[in-house]
C-alpha cells in the first residue's frame, strides 16, 4: 500500500478519509457532472480494495450496497486502503438508463481515451485517477430490461486469486464469466489486479435480498483480507458454475414463468408458457439443460428470441 494516494490532484495519507469529486464534463444546461469518490485509508499496511457500482445507471441495487455501508461507517479498514464509488456513471444515473447520453455502454469504453466518445471520457477518467491503486475490487451489477439475477459472483475461474476472493465473498452461486472486451474486469486483469462482479437483483428496482446478500458478502471478502475485524457466515456454501446457457423465445407472445431464481431444474423440465393475447395459441418453454436458475426475464410480452431463463451448471 502506497504511502501517499493522489486523487483528483488531492494527497491522501495514511489515516485520512476523504471524499473528492472527479469533475468529467458539463451538461448542456451548464450543470457540471462529478463522480464522487470517497477514499478511506487505515495508518497499516494492507491491500487496496474498489467498491464500485453504477457502471450503468438504472443498477440501483449496488448503489444502495455502497450507500448503506457509507452510511452505517462500515468502510474504515482495520489495514489498507477502501476506496468507494457509489456511481459511476452519473449520467445513466440521471436518465434512468445503462447507457450514457450518446448510447454508448462505459463498461465496453475500458480503457477509454481523452479525446474518445462521453463513455469513453468516463471509462479513462477512473483508470487514471483510480485505477492505479488498486488491488482488488468488486463491481456491483444487476440485470437489465426487466431479468432479474439470482445473486452470483462473477469472475475467471482460471486465476487462483479470483476463485479465493469469490469463495470468500460467498454469494449463493460463483459463475465462470470469460473477459468482455473494452470491460473495466478485463483492463484491470491486464495490470494483475482482480475485480469481481456481483450481480443481482434487476434494473430500477430494488432488491433486499441482493441488497443484504452484497452487503454481507463484502464484509467477508473485507474479513478475509484483514480489514474487518468481523462477518457474517455465508448462509451456504457457494455453487460453483462452470457453464450457462439461456433459454429463449421460439414464439413472441405472453411468457408466463412457473419456476424461480435460484431453483435446480432437470433437462426437459417445464420452466413456463409463451400464448398469445387471445388464447389460440401456448407453447411450452422447457429446459434445454440441467442447472440453477440465474436469471429470469419478468416481462410478460417477449419477441422471439428474447431471453427468458439463464441456466448454470
Same mark, same amino acid.
Given at each position: 500500500?502506497?504511502?501517499?494516494?493522489?486523487?483528483?490532484?488531492?494527497?491522501?495519507?495514511?489515516?485520512?478519509?476523504?471524499?473528492?469529486?472527479?469533475?468529467?464534463?458539463?451538461?448542456?444546461?451548464?450543470?457540471?457532472?462529478?463522480?464522487?469518490?470517497?477514499?478511506?485509508?487505515?495508518?497499516?499496511?494492507?491491500?487496496?480494495?474498489?467498491?464500485?457500482?453504477?457502471?450503468?445507471?438504472?443498477?440501483?441495487?449496488?448503489?444502495?450496497? &455502497? #450507500?448503506?455501508? =457509507?452510511?452505517?461507517?462500515?468502510?474504515?479498514? !482495520?489495514?489498507?486502503?477502501?476506496? $468507494?464509488?457509489? +456511481? @459511476?456513471?452519473?449520467?445513466?444515473?440521471?436518465?434512468?438508463?445503462?447507457?450514457?447520453?450518446?448510447?454508448?455502454?462505459?463498461?465496453?469504453?475500458?480503457?477509454?481515451?481523452?479525446?474518445?466518445?462521453?463513455?469513453?471520457?468516463?471509462?479513462?477518467?477512473?483508470?487514471?485517477?483510480?485505477?492505479?491503486?488498486?488491488?482488488?475490487?468488486?463491481?456491483?451489477?444487476?440485470?437489465?430490461?426487466?431479468?432479474?439475477?439470482?445473486?452470483? &459472483? #462473477?469472475?475467471? =475461474?482460471?486465476?487462483?486469486?479470483?476463485?479465493? !476472493?469469490?469463495?470468500?465473498?460467498? $454469494?449463493?452461486? +460463483? @459463475?465462470?464469466?470469460?473477459?468482455?472486451?473494452?470491460?473495466?474486469?478485463?483492463?484491470?486483469?491486464?495490470?494483475?489486479?482482480?475485480?469481481?462482479?456481483?450481480?443481482?437483483?434487476?434494473?430500477?428496482?430494488?432488491?433486499?435480498?441482493?441488497?443484504?446478500?452484497?452487503?454481507?458478502?463484502?464484509?467477508?471478502?473485507?474479513?478475509?483480507?484483514?480489514?474487518?475485524?468481523?462477518?457474517?457466515?455465508?448462509?451456504?456454501?457457494?455453487?460453483?458454475?462452470?457453464?450457462?446457457?439461456?433459454?429463449?423465445?421460439?414464439?413472441?407472445?405472453?411468457?408466463?414463468?412457473?419456476?424461480?431464481?435460484?431453483?435446480?431444474?432437470?433437462?426437459?423440465?417445464?420452466?413456463?408458457?409463451?400464448?398469445?393475447?387471445?388464447?389460440?395459441?401456448?407453447?411450452?418453454?422447457?429446459?434445454?439443460?440441467?442447472?440453477?436458475?440465474?436469471?429470469?426475464?419478468?416481462?410478460?410480452?417477449?419477441?422471439?428470441?428474447?431471453?427468458?431463463?439463464?441456466?448454470?451448471?
Amino acid at each position: 500500500m502506497p504511502e501517499t494516494i493522489t486523487i483528483n490532484g488531492r494527497s491522501i495519507d495514511r489515516g485520512e478519509k476523504v471524499l473528492t469529486k472527479l469533475v468529467i464534463s458539463k451538461l448542456p444546461s451548464g450543470t457540471i457532472i462529478e463522480i464522487p469518490v470517497y477514499v478511506f485509508r487505515s495508518v497499516h499496511d494492507g491491500p487496496v480494495v474498489l467498491l464500485m457500482a453504477g457502471m450503468h445507471g438504472d443498477e440501483v441495487n449496488g448503489i444502495e450496497i &455502497i #450507500r448503506r455501508m =457509507l452510511g452505517k461507517k462500515m468502510l474504515y479498514p !482495520l489495514k489498507g486502503t477502501i476506496i $468507494a464509488v457509489p +456511481i @459511476l456513471n452519473i449520467y445513466g444515473f440521471l436518465n434512468f438508463s445503462r447507457d450514457v447520453p450518446d448510447g454508448k455502454d462505459v463498461n465496453r469504453s475500458f480503457p477509454g481515451s481523452k479525446d474518445g466518445s462521453l463513455a469513453s471520457r468516463v471509462a479513462y477518467r477512473f483508470m487514471k485517477e483510480v485505477m492505479p491503486y488498486i488491488d482488488y475490487g468488486i463491481d456491483f451489477h444487476t440485470g437489465g430490461a426487466s431479468r432479474s439475477n439470482y445473486p452470483q &459472483i #462473477r469472475c475467471v =475461474l482460471d486465476h487462483p486469486k479470483n476463485v479465493e !476472493l469469490s469463495q470468500a465473498f460467498g $454469494a449463493p452461486f +460463483i @459463475l465462470d464469466a470469460s473477459f468482455r472486451t473494452g470491460s473495466l474486469r478485463k483492463e484491470a486483469w491486464k495490470q494483475g489486479k482482480s475485480i469481481l462482479v456481483y450481480e443481482s437483483g434487476e434494473s430500477l428496482r430494488f432488491d433486499e435480498v441482493g441488497i443484504c446478500t452484497g452487503i454481507e458478502g463484502t464484509c467477508r471478502l473485507l474479513h478475509h483480507l484483514g480489514m474487518m475485524a468481523g462477518a457474517p457466515a455465508a448462509a451456504q456454501e457457494p455453487v460453483v458454475c462452470r457453464k450457462d446457457v439461456w433459454v429463449r423465445a421460439k414464439n413472441a407472445g405472453l411468457f408466463r414463468s412457473i419456476v424461480k431464481s435460484g431453483e435446480y431444474v432437470k433437462k426437459n423440465q417445464a420452466l413456463g408458457t409463451i400464448t398469445d393475447p387471445y388464447g389460440e395459441m401456448e407453447v411450452k418453454i422447457a429446459a434445454s439443460s440441467a442447472g440453477y436458475i440465474i436469471g429470469l426475464n419478468n416481462m410478460p410480452v417477449v419477441n422471439q428470441g428474447d431471453a427468458l431463463v439463464h441456466i448454470a451448471f
